[in-house]
């Protein structure tokens, strides 16, 4: 919905939006989700068809070795039961694995080489993506653009979630 303090509420369908007229944090978010699904698309042409944008946030956790159930539950900001919800998900389809663990009541999952293979393949796509916007928008620009988004998540207070890997999913 939009309004116009002449023509009052217009209907949001009627109303085109340019990008360079978005604040800030949409225009980061579109970009963001826009190069998030390029990824995915390439990652399912590549096999990996059945991942979705929110499995990346259970591999975050996960990049650095096993955890339990408990624990993904907890750094994920879910229930126990979304949070094995996820991970029987992610078993059936390969990417996590069981792992030993010393307390047999606290089910431990780890990356599978399926897993550790799919964030490889993200990992070689996101390079891609950016040496494409390299090539386009010259090296120092895109530098300068990081450098900006870095200082600008810094002064924002959410620069430490991303060191620590406790990037929440959207709500």
């Known amino acids: 919905m939009v309004v116009d303090q002449e023509e009052g509420v217009k209907n949001s369908q009627d109303a085109s939006v340019e990008p360079r007229d978005l604040d800030l944090g949409y225009l980061c978010l579109f970009v963001g989700m826009r190069l998030n699904d390029l990824v995915l698309e390439a990652l399912h042409r590549a096999g990996h068809r059945n991942l979705r944008h929110a499995h990346g946030y259970v591999f975050q956790h996960l990049i650095g070795g096993p955890r339990t159930v408990t624990d993904l539950a907890r750094r994920l900001d879910v229930s126990q039961q979304a949070a094995s919800k996820a991970v029987a998900e992610l078993v059936a389809l390969g990417y996590l694995e069981d792992a030993p663990s010393h307390d047999r009541r606290a089910r431990t999952v780890r990356l599978s080489k399926r897993g550790l293979s799919s964030i490889e393949r993200a990992r070689a796509i996101r390079g891609t993506l950016e040496q494409r916007l390299r090539k386009r928008h010259g090296p120092a620009t895109i530098e300068r653009a990081k450098s900006l988004l870095a ?17 929440r999913a959207p709500r």
Do not use: P
């Open 151 to 167: 200082r600008i998540l810094e002064d924002l207070g959410g620069a430490d979630a991303v060191r620590a890997r406790r990037i």
